[in-house]
Every structure is written in C-alpha cells, then in structure tokens.
C-alpha cells in the first residue's frame, strides 16, 4: 500500500504561480502512474487534471490545463509535482494526487490510492 500527501496549496491572486507537492510513502512512487484531480465544489464529481507515467516519459492534460500546468515526477524523492502557472479563479478547487499501479490514472476509477487533497483558491 501507499500513502500519498499532498502539499503546496494556498491563496493566490489570478495570473500567480503555485507547485502542488504529492509525496508518497510506504511503496515506492516509480511504480505507480500518477494523476492530479480537482474537485471544484463539496458534492461534485472529481476532474482530471493531469497525469505521468512511471517513468516520466508520458504526460497527459486536461484541455482546460493545457500549456499552463506542468507535471513531473522525481523518483529519487518519490514526489510528484504539478506546476500550476497562470491561475485563473475557475481553477480554485481541492487538488487531490492519486497512484495507479497498472493504468495512469486519467479517470478516477483507474487510481488506485488518493491522498486527502490540498486547498488552492484562486482571487481575481
């Protein structure tokens, strides 16, 4: 099993920049796809954000992402990263890593562990 902790979140105003952390514990990260999801709002569903593969090679976005967030992975550290420039208020969510041993979890049915999420709110 894995543990996975997300940081990094907080308060930024529109255009700023944040790096959401996802660090892992108890497997290590090299074995497992990672993705990033968002939930907007208590009640509705999780979207995807952006995923990589294990070894770091494959990255996937969302199109609402695309060209202004940036995953990567160091598995040195066994911790993900998303790089989030850019920020726009409909980007304002609870951001939440999850693990996916044998696909990259671009839908949330193919994860395999979730952390508990990090709050990025986004001012205009």
């Known amino acids: 099993q894995v543990q996975l902790v997300e940081s990094g979140g907080g308060s930024v105003q529109a255009g700023g920049s944040l790096r959401l952390s996802c660090a892992a514990s108890?497997?290590?990260?090299?074995?497992?796809?990672v993705g990033w999801f968002r939930r907007r709002a208590p009640g509705r569903g999780r979207e995807f954000v952006a995923?990589?593969?294990?070894?770091?090679?494959?990255?996937y976005y969302a199109d609402s992402v695309k060209g202004r967030f940036t995953i990567s992975r160091d598995n040195a550290k066994n911790t993900v990263y998303l790089q989030m420039n850019s920020l726009k208020p409909e980007d304002t969510a609870v951001y939440s890593c999850?693990?996916?041993?044998?696909?990259?979890?671009?839908?949330?049915?193919?994860?395999?562990?979730w952390g508990q999420g990090t709050q990025v709110t986004v001012s205009s």
């Open positions: 108890g497997r290590t990260l090299s074995n497992y796809a």
């Open positions: 995923a990589i593969g294990w070894s770091g090679d494959t990255t």
């Open positions: 999850a693990a996916g041993r044998d696909l990259v979890p671009t839908t949330p049915g193919a994860a395999n562990y």
